[in-house]
């Protein structure tokens, strides 16, 4: 592992990078954020690499970040994460065979198009006495991540890797290690929300064990607004975030009736992001051996909406809320004074490394 990482985050509109050191205990040294324009990253791809590496550049240069190891994440439904046992096998080959063939069963794509990985998670004896493994795999496009590989070569950085949101979600946020008594243990549930989507993240306190990503987002929020009042998308922005979902408005530019219908458009979009958050949860209480749910933690910048965790508890029928990034970092004489931030979390977890 490295001594330091640096996060990055790159969503649909904006970058956010996280240089985290570890000597002993990892402690955050800087970070930043930057607005990035429309159309370079869509749905969690590069549709302009280029364009990407001209920006990244650009950050990178501005807040003073090193360019040597840079792990970024990435988040994506073209992404398949399972975990299996795997037995009858003698050797690493033969362990390498057997995961690319189940691969496959994941997503089924020609393995030459797909970017594989795993980690073997736990080894134990089979009931023929040969070794039983417990493997995580990742298995992914590998145009998707050929493009944030482009952009970061274009921007001169030297990637340490690239990993999941969902996992650096994790590592930012969930507890470290399992809980004290197995029988009051239940899943830990991360959602990032981003601008255009969401990214749901169920550990069981040692690896994550289900992820999804769902197309909704903060924005979201505002086409809704925008929509039903008629205003201009930068307007219904401006609206949302002076208005929130609940608690005080200050200043008087809105009026009770207009702060009402404010948020009962904000409360109808949720509405869809905790239909879909249920659903999900629901999947993967269905699988052998989950956990109940205790609670949700959120990060993402729309978690700084006012209300926000309290409504989607109110829908959701969990309680929720808004996660620390700063959880399992520690703290060290000298380094940057920076606020804990939600939006910070994924690029933190990426710093954090595995």
Not at 5 to 29: D, E, H, P, Y
Not at 105 to 122: G, K, N, T, W
Not at 173 to 178: F, I, Q, R, S, T
Request: glycine share 10%; charged share 20%; aromatic share 4%.
């Amino acid at each position: 592992m490295p001594k330091e990482l640096v996060g990055l985050k790159i969503g649909a509109s904006q970058m956010t990078a996280a240089l985290v050191a570890r000597n002993g205990t990892a402690t955050l040294r800087s970070a930043a954020t930057t607005s990035l324009a429309e159309g370079i990253v869509v749905g969690g791809e590069v549709m302009d690499p280029e364009a990407l590496g001209a920006a990244l550049k650009s950050f990178f240069a501005s807040h003073k970040f090193a360019k040597r190891q840079v792990r970024i994440g990435v988040a994506s439904n073209r992404i398949g994460v399972r975990t299996v046992e795997i037995e009858g096998v003698d050797d690493p080959q033969q362990l390498g065979n057997a995961i690319r063939f189940r691969a496959q069963e994941a997503l089924p794509i020609p393995l030459d198009e797909a970017v594989l990985d795993y980690q073997v998670l736990a080894i134990s004896e089979g009931p023929d006495g040969k070794p039983l493994y417990r493997v995580q795999f990742i298995v992914a496009y590998r145009d998707l991540i050929d493009g944030f590989v482009h952009a970061a070569r274009a921007a001169e950085l030297q990637l340490a890797g690239v990993d999941l949101d969902a996992f650096a979600l994790l590592r930012a946020l969930a507890p470290l290690g399992p809980a004290a008594d197995p029988d009051e243990a239940s899943a830990v549930v991360a959602v990032s929300v981003g601008a255009e989507r969401s990214t749901i993240a169920v550990s069981d306190g040692l690896i994550c064990e289900f992820t999804r990503v769902l197309e909704w987002g903060g924005r979201t929020m505002t086409d809704a607004l925008a929509q039903q009042a008629g205003l201009e998308p930068d307007q219904a922005e401006t609206m949302k975030l002076a208005v929130g979902l609940a608690g005080t408005v200050l200043g008087d530019e809105f009026d009770p009736d207009q702060i009402g219908r404010v948020r009962e458009a904000l409360n109808q979009s949720v509405e869809a992001l905790a239909r879909e958050l249920v659903a999900s949860l629901q999947f993967y209480q269905s699988q052998a051996n989950s956990l109940g749910i205790g609670e949700i933690l959120i990060a993402g910048g729309t978690a700084r909406l006012a209300g926000f965790a309290d409504v989607l508890e109110q829908m959701v029928g969990v309680a929720v809320r808004v996660g620390d990034p700063f959880a399992n970092l520690g703290s060290s004489k000298g380094q940057q004074i920076i606020e804990p931030d939600p939006a910070l979390a994924v690029a933190i977890g990426l710093g954090l490394g595995r």
